[in-house]
Structures are given as structure tokens and as C-alpha cells.
């Protein structure tokens, strides 16, 4: 073809050729028939799963209704079970009986603190005539090794306090023992060995048991 648009001499317009240039021509115009078919499969493979999607979605929410109507008839005062009442525990209320004692077992312990106060007592007692028994021995040998012979004075001193000393002895035990002398024969004893016995260290013990009797009293 010229540059003027005719054909040139050496381009034969034969039939052969015509036809070749058809086949040519249609060849080219049927090539994209292939990927016209391919977008209309993808169009409707993706409607299809537009199309799943929607009814796993509505399937989806028809399972949702039911779990809430079930719910709303179980646990909703309007529905067809009521609710359990669970039982709450409570604490035990503790026994009246527990901590309290009985007038039997009050009157048993203070008989117990009694005796208990007693036995005390009498130990204490023992312990002071000890105390004192001990004193006048030291007295004694005291006198004893001051004297340069036997004087006979002081020999009666010593025999009168060891029984001004066995006289308060006596007199303590009785007033220690269970049904002993009490309140006014105890004074009356102490004050006899005052009299009887001046200027002994038993009248001085003697003394201050009167005096301790006399505070008791609410004489002083």
C-alpha cells in the first residue's frame, strides 16, 4: 500500500489472499471471547457467595432469637419456670449451756477455793513459827555466850520465853485448824500471854496479832 492509501503493485488482490486476511481478522476479534466467559463466571461464583453468606447470616440470627426467647422464659417473672431460691447458710447460733456453769459446779469451786485458801493459810503459820523458833535460838546462844557462868536470871528469861513461845504456838494452831478458836478467843488467848509473859518476844508477836485483830474488827 502507497502512502497515498492505494495499493501498491507488489500486494496481489487474489482470493487466497482475501481469505487470509479474513481468518486473520476473525481470529483476532474471537480472542477476547475467553476472558468474557472467565468474568462471567467469577459475576457469578461471587453472587453465589454473597448469596451463602446472606442465609448463614440469617440463620444465624434466627439461632440468636431462640437462645433470648428461651432465656426470657426461664429466668423473666412472666415465665413458665420460676426461679430457685437458693438457701443461704446462717451461722449457728451458739448453745445457751456453753460458758455457763451450774450452781452445783459454782458451789464445788468455791469449796476448792476455800480449802486452797486454807492449806495457804496454815503453810504461812508454819513458815512464821519456823521464822520465830529460829530467833530465839539465836537469842538464846546469844545470852548464852554473853554470860560468863550460869546466872540464874537470865537461865529463868530464857525457860520463860521458850514457854511464852510453845504457849503462842498452841494458841496459833488452834485458831489455824478447821473449827479452831476464832474472832474473840483468839484475842483472848494473845492477850493472856501478854500478861503472863511480858517482856517476851512471844508478848511482842502477841501484840501485833491484837493489833491485826483490831483492824479486821474496824476498831482502828
Request: overall charge positive; proline content about 5%; some cysteine.
Amino acid at each position: 500500500m502507497n502512502d497515498d492509501g492505494s495499493m501498491s503493485d507488489d500486494c496481489p488482490m487474489n482470493d487466497d489472499y482475501l481469505e487470509s486476511l479474513l481468518r486473520d481478522a476473525g481470529r483476532r476479534f474471537a480472542q477476547p471471547s475467553q476472558p468474557r466467559a472467565e468474568l462471567a463466571d467469577r459475576v457469578r461464583r461471587l453472587h453465589r457467595q454473597r448469596l451463602r453468606r446472606r442465609n448463614v447470616a440469617g440463620g444465624s440470627l434466627v439461632v440468636i432469637l431462640l437462645i433470648v426467647g428461651v432465656t426470657s422464659a426461664f429466668f423473666l417473672p412472666g415465665g413458665s419456670t420460676p426461679l430457685t431460691k437458693v438457701p443461704v447458710a446462717r451461722r449457728p447460733e451458739p448453745s445457751p449451756a456453753v460458758g455457763r456453769l451450774s450452781a452445783e459446779e459454782v458451789g464445788r469451786l468455791r469449796a476448792e477455793m476455800a480449802q486452797l485458801a486454807a492449806e495457804a493459810e496454815r503453810r504461812h503459820q508454819a513458815v512464821r513459827r519456823m521464822i520465830r523458833e529460829q530467833h530465839l535460838r539465836r537469842q538464846i546462844a546469844l545470852v548464852q555466850r554473853s554470860s560468863v557462868g550460869p546466872n540464874p536470871e537470865e537461865l529463868a528469861q530464857i525457860s520463860l520465853e521458850k514457854t511464852a513461845f510453845i504457849v503462842l504456838d498452841y494458841a496459833e494452831r488452834r485458831s489455824g485448824d478447821a473449827g479452831g478458836t476464832e474472832g474473840d478467843q483468839r484475842e483472848t488467848e494473845y492477850r493472856r500471854i501478854v500478861e503472863c509473859f511480858p517482856n517476851t518476844k512471844a508478848a511482842e508477836t502477841a501484840k501485833m496479832k491484837l493489833h491485826e485483830l483490831s483492824i479486821e474488827k474496824g476498831d482502828l
